[in-house]
């Protein structure tokens, strides 16, 4: 058994209690030949399930794990190659774009690795741009990397590349103004105003609205904004459409005063109705014992249609305490390729943790980059079929997503089938490729070229597993489930999943059968982020859950990427009281230090420390009740436990080597993500402590099983 590689080392959960490694956990690579997967596609960008690709759907169905992709496409990348080509190399039968994984024949002649027909290299292809030389196809940029950008010629237009246009729909009814929103708000855009990406032709346009709509004449020549109102909501009209988006550059000033003089206009308000909520039917309220999901009113998610069609996108900023059916509002954001973002309670002087959330995510969205009209298509090699798409998009045709806007914080996946056998084949490739209007009007196509091998045993599947983005794909398909059935179904296909491969491994893979729980190396923690999984806001029994707060985990599941849902999934754990300069990472001349991780159980917990939970939207920085003063002092500020305030969400900048320490190793946890993690102090007799403890996933509660009961329940079914 010497042989056998380290991801399918026999793992037996129930006597190993400490799986859980001492940093994050990184994606396998796929077994390949060297040369192949020096050029293979970022795992952070592209990557798949089964990093091993089963030859057969027979053998795929008899391994019981999900085949598929899991994306990030726009994400920002630190290098990325662009190539302007007149001529886009191509197949000429399945248009695949030319990439490391094809096979020149010769100088003249490539093969696809897609559907293997033999295309004819291009003239112009022979020249090398970047080494200036001739003859040499196989060292052009498009065959020496997996991530490529191409400038498009005027083909992959349907019109001339649309200025960048922004619109901001503002709630200006009572409720909305309490929470004083709209000051941060107008504060942000007005610090962000010129960094919006765009160029000289950029637009931008401003509606509010209470039981009225209001626009707003900002015409150049103006002395100041002009509101226009319309009350009769029922036949909305653009009372003058030329003025209301205006050119940002040449209106400037009228839009900066529009911005100063907003947030005072609607101080006083007593308007309470919303135009916005259209009164649609109530949810059921329940169905099944639980809650339901499913969006109620399709009028959002008709107009997310009509909004794709037009290539508008609708990002929704939701910072209501009460509840609004983000189920049914939501689906303008998800039909037309928008993002949904969630401030419950959000108030501008209860809620200050929100408030600074949201201004350090809205710098976030104003400054990021973004694509417009676009459209992402996913090609497989010939024998692999996509048949389900998780994300914001509205599918256009079986393999395209229309995308109105792409932005770098979007994730995609998808559930494929193996349709032929894949026989005689040694790999596979997958190609992502999206095209999109850049902020500076130029037609751009982004390409990510994946390249997996094939196999033909159950073993060399399983050693090739990816529990994370396994992991990924089955909470995309819960979301799912929940909506189509039920949420028992979603919790039942999910422990079923865990059940089955268990059991398969166990089964067919295993050669020397052994009492125990058993999981290959590269499972060991696949039942831990399913009990996780089950233990997430979104799939949840037991505790009281708020319908829109359920909603909006669901999204985040559907929409982010992998390494972010992941850390909502299965929160990372560290002790922070006792960090040292021992193994920290220095960057930008500043030491992070790297605490190890550790299993979520209050076992780990020690009243003598504090603990740093990092639940990717939230942390929480938990003191324990005799908490070393020296922690106290030097990084809070404090002189004991009992004076910590309560509502502490800011680490004080202390000038102790312990409180630069501390805020460095936040800072870092925060910069890894493009929005803003709020932080939270809490203490044993905290308000939010429930919310941390609920975290501490392994342990039993009331209504749902421990790790060990988990474990215990899985065996059992394994074994009958
Ligand atoms: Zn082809």
Redesign the pocket.
């Known amino acids: 058994q010497s042989s056998t590689p380290e991801a399918l080392r026999v793992v037996n959960l129930l006597q190993e209690r400490n799986l859980l490694p001492p940093t994050a956990v990184t994606a396998p690579t796929p077994c390949l030949p060297q040369d192949l997967q020096r050029i293979n596609c970022n795992p952070e960008v592209f990557r798949s399930t089964l990093t091993s690709i089963p030859q057969s759907q027979s053998l795929l169905n008899k391994a019981k794990m999900p085949l598929g992709l899991l994306l990030h496409p726009f994400k920002d990348l630190s290098q990325l190659p662009v190539v302007t080509s007149s001529t886009i190399v191509r197949?000429r039968?399945?248009r695949?774009y030319i990439n490391p994984f094809v096979s020149f024949l010769d100088q003249r002649r490539w093969k696809?690795n897609?559907?293997y027909?033999v295309n004819d290299v291009p003239e112009e292809f022979m020249y090398n741009p970047v080494s200036r030389s001739y003859g040499e196809p196989h060292k052009r940029p498009e065959v020496l990397n997996a991530t490529i950008e191409f400038i498009a010629p005027s083909e992959y237009m349907l019109r001339p590349p649309q200025p960048a246009v922004y619109l901001f729909v503002l709630d200006v009814s009572h409720n909305a103004v309490e929470t004083g929103y709209l000051t941060v708000f107008c504060q942000s855009l007005l610090e962000n105003i010129n960094a919006l990406p765009g160029d000289s032709r950029t637009k931008v346009g401003f509606i509010t609205f209470d039981s009225t709509i209001h626009f707003y004449n900002l015409q150049e020549g103006l002395s100041q904004p002009q509101m226009l109102i319309v009350s009769d909501i029922e036949d909305i009209f653009l009372p003058t459409p030329d003025s209301l988006l205006v050119n940002l550059n040449e209106c400037k000033e009228l839009v900066q005063d529009l911005l100063k003089s907003l947030p005072n206009l609607f101080v006083k308000t007593m308007e309470t109705q919303s135009a916005l909520v259209q009164r649609g039917p109530q949810p059921e309220g329940f169905s099944q014992g639980h809650p339901t999901f499913i969006a109620c009113n399709d009028f959002y998610k008709k107009l997310a249609l009509d909004c794709s069609g037009q290539q508008v996108a609708v990002d929704l900023f939701l910072l209501s305490s009460q509840y609004c059916d983000l189920a049914s509002l939501g689906c303008i954001s998800r039909y037309s390729a928008g993002s949904v973002y969630h401030y419950p309670s959000y108030h501008h002087q209860h809620n200050p943790a929100q408030v600074e959330r949201f201004q350090k995510d809205l710098k976030r969205y104003l400054n990021r980059k973004i694509g417009f009209e676009a459209v992402m298509r996913i090609r497989c090699t010939k024998g692999l079929s996509i048949h389900t798409f998780h994300g914001n998009f509205f599918v256009r045709s079986t393999d395209l997503l229309s995308l109105p806007n792409v932005n770098p914080d979007a994730g995609f996946a998808v559930q494929m089938s193996i349709e032929e056998n894949l026989d005689d084949m040694q790999v596979v490739s997958f190609q992502a490729a999206l095209l999109y209007t850049s902020s500076k009007g130029e037609r751009r196509i982004r390409v990510h070229t994946l390249c997996l091998p094939v196999v033909s045993s159950l073993s060399d599947i399983f050693a090739g597993a990816d529990v994370q983005a396994i992991t990924g794909l089955l909470a995309s398909m819960a979301v799912d489930r929940s909506v189509t059935a039920s949420l028992s179904d979603a919790r039942d296909a999910m422990t079923n999943a865990v059940i089955d491969s268990l059991s398969s491994y166990r089964q067919s893979v295993l050669t020397i059968q052994q009492p125990g729980l058993l999981a290959p190396a590269c499972l060991r923690l696949f039942p831990l982020y399913i009990l996780a999984l089950l233990k997430q806001r979104a799939f949840r029994t037991g505790t009281s859950t708020r319908l829109d707060d359920r909603v909006f985990a669901m999204y985040q599941l559907k929409y982010q990427p992998l390494a972010y849902s992941m850390l909502m999934i299965h929160p990372a754990l560290y002790r922070v009281d006792d960090l040292t300069d021992e193994g920290a990472l220095n960057i930008n001349e500043r030491t992070i230090p790297q605490p190890r991780l550790l299993q979520l159980s209050v076992e780990k917990l020690n009243r003598d420390g504090a603990f740093l939970m990092d639940a990717g939207t939230v942390m929480y920085l938990w003191i324990g009740r005799n908490c070393h003063p020296n922690f106290l002092t030097q990084v809070l500020g404090v002189p004991n436990s009992s004076s910590v305030p309560e509502n502490l969400y800011l680490l004080p900048e202390l000038d102790t080597a312990e409180s630069q320490r501390t805020r460095a190793f936040v800072g870092w946890l925060r910069d890894q993500r493009p929005f803003f993690p709020s932080l939270h102090v809490i203490k044993d007799e905290s308000q939010l402590k429930p919310h941390f403890m609920q975290n501490m996933i392994e342990d039993r509660t009331e209504s749902a099983l421990s790790y060990y009961e988990f474990l215990l329940h899985l065996q059992q079914q394994i074994s009958k």
């Open positions: 197949c039968s399945c695949t696809c897609l559907c027909r």
